[in-house]
């Protein structure tokens, strides 16, 4: 079974351009996750859908963040204008129905580095 | 509101041995569950071992074992039988039933292992 997949792996961005990251969840998945990693802290998630709905997102910078998941299925996480403070590790998730027992499986990241 | 905690910013354990990895948590949500997480340099979360809130008996996948001490609200991992590809950052984490199931993560300990 493929795992979650996102992309790019890396990237490089001057601060106030754009930049946007892609995820796959794990086949059937309902609920995808998107978590930022700062260097030497734990994950911190970002937004929580539900199909293609928003679960959660209270922790989503709305100013410059913004994500969409159109057909409940891949992810986009976008930010705009970026920021040096938004330089870490975007890590998607997913798991089945987004209960509180069920595991979530997480991709590989992608590693911003805003200068 | 959930917390989580781990005091061990970084341990080094000998090759063959075990190693326990100290996780405090404190929620008000009735049901809850518990996660371990490990992270190697390559950027990847890899889910280890969970254990409910409800379980009688602690949970163990292979060399990993949880020791649950809900009075205590601890929740610490065992690795027996240290491997050097153990060597990694492992994060403890929690879903609340009542925190929008949002997983909530501790900082992490890196755990080193020696030859």
């Known amino acids: 079974e493929a795992g979650v997949a996102q992309s790019p792996r890396y990237k490089i961005i001057e601060k106030r351009q754009s930049v946007a990251f892609w995820c796959n969840p794990i086949?059937?998945?309902?609920?995808l996750y998107w978590y930022q990693q700062i260097l030497g802290q734990g994950p911190k998630l970002l937004i929580q859908?539900?199909?293609?709905?928003?679960?959660?997102d209270s922790q989503l910078p709305k100013d410059r963040f913004s994500a969409e998941r159109l057909k409940g299925v891949d992810s986009t996480l976008k930010i705009q204008p970026a920021k040096l403070e938004d330089s870490a590790v975007y890590l998607c998730a997913s798991s089945l129905g987004g209960r509180s027992q069920e595991t979530q499986y997480f991709g590989p990241g992608t590693r911003l580095l805003v200068l | 509101a959930q917390k989580i905690t781990q005091t061990q910013p970084g341990m080094f354990v000998q090759e063959k041995e075990a190693v326990t990895l100290d996780c405090t948590y404190d929620t008000s949500d009735p049901s809850y569950g518990l996660f371990w997480y490990k992270q190697p340099s390559s950027g990847e979360m890899i889910f280890l071992i969970y254990q409910g809130s409800y379980d009688q008996q602690n949970a163990t996948e292979g060399r990993y074992s949880l020791n649950f001490q809900k009075a205590r609200k601890s929740a610490n991992l065992v690795i027996s039988a240290s491997q050097l590809g153990d060597s990694a950052m492992y994060f403890c984490a929690m879903r609340g039933n009542n925190a929008g199931n949002m997983l909530t993560f501790g900082g992490g300990t890196r755990l080193m292992v020696k030859p």
């Open positions: 859908f539900q199909n293609n709905g928003v679960v959660d």
């Open positions: 086949s059937g998945h309902a609920t």
